[in-house]
């Protein structure tokens, strides 16, 4: 198993954070609070960098559809190792249809990285501020994520999801999707200003993957700062690979001492339909029932799928 080597840098600065707690003591406990945090924890957090080039190596056994994907942070790798800096990555987009494991890839990402892993959902998000945080002049104001992110979090360069990218809705007084041309570019993204804090953060380090079904209602100017990856659904031999895989870590995972983690063909085409993020309850169940019928092994029988509202299916 590969381990992150890691380094430290301040994401702001405790002069700054000092002098906004002065202005504000005593209008907002919670606002005083979470300054007190900052000053309590510092400003300095993990950037870590895969150890091995061979870091990698586990996605593309989880996720072989991702493999365009994979290639290139696979030469940014090389480039973090041969430089001995950083393992920086362009912000992502992410293009496919429900149910292809975007999400399941980006989580998986950030555990090669050895580094924390955040979801906005954006497919409801109808203003910014859950993304910059809203001013403490607001009733119910809060700080945004990834400025909580990085205050309360250990890590410099987590890995940050934006979900459903393309569903987000916006408003002529408030976009939603308007901090990221600042938060999308480094030199920018250094200097973020959360409105509820308001003092500077450096988010330049932050990894960003967006995901979405296609790139209608992205703008284009977002679109010129990442980079664009289509990914296909699994093929019928990919698919049957990552049901083997998952099926032998849960056998090991739920400590199921000598049952047979093979897959015969009848079970292995039955599952193959089954899209990435419903896979692993299908074999939760699937193993639920055989262990409930005292078999040590799966069959057929064992794969009840339940076709209904969210359970996307795909088709080979």
Known sequence: MSIA??????????????????????RSPELDAFYERMLETGPERFVTTPSSLDALDPLRDECPNFDEVLDDLARYLRLAHAGNR????????LLGGPGVGKTHFARRLAR??????????????????????SSASWRGAKCGKVAERLVRGQFANP????????????????????????????????????????????ASQICWVLTANSTEGIPAPLLNRMAVYEVPAPTREQAAGIARRMLAAL???????????????????????????ELRKTLLDCLGYAVADGRRHLTAADVRLRPGPGKGRIGF
């Open 159 to 202: 890995v940050v999801v934006l979900d459903e990218v393309e569903k987000a809705s916006g408003s002529s007084q408030s976009d939603p999707l308007a901090a990221l041309y600042q938060l999308l570019e480094p030199e920018t993204a250094q200097a973020f200003r959360d409105e509820y804090i308001d003092v500077e953060i450096d």
């Open 251 to 277: 056998v090991v995972e739920l400590n199921l001492t000598d049952f047979d983690d093979s897959l015969d063909d009848a079970v292995r085409d039955k599952l193959v339909p089954v899209a990435p993020r």
């Open 86 to 93: 950083g393992f920086n990555l362009m912000p992502i987009l």
């Open 112 to 133: 090669a990285m050895g580094t924390e892993f955040e979801l906005i959902g954006m497919n409801a998000l109808s203003a910014g501020f859950v993304i910059t945080g």
């Open 5 to 26: 080597l890691a380094r430290t840098r301040p994401v702001y600065d405790l002069i700054d954070v000092q002098d906004a707690l002065e202005r504000s003591r005593g």
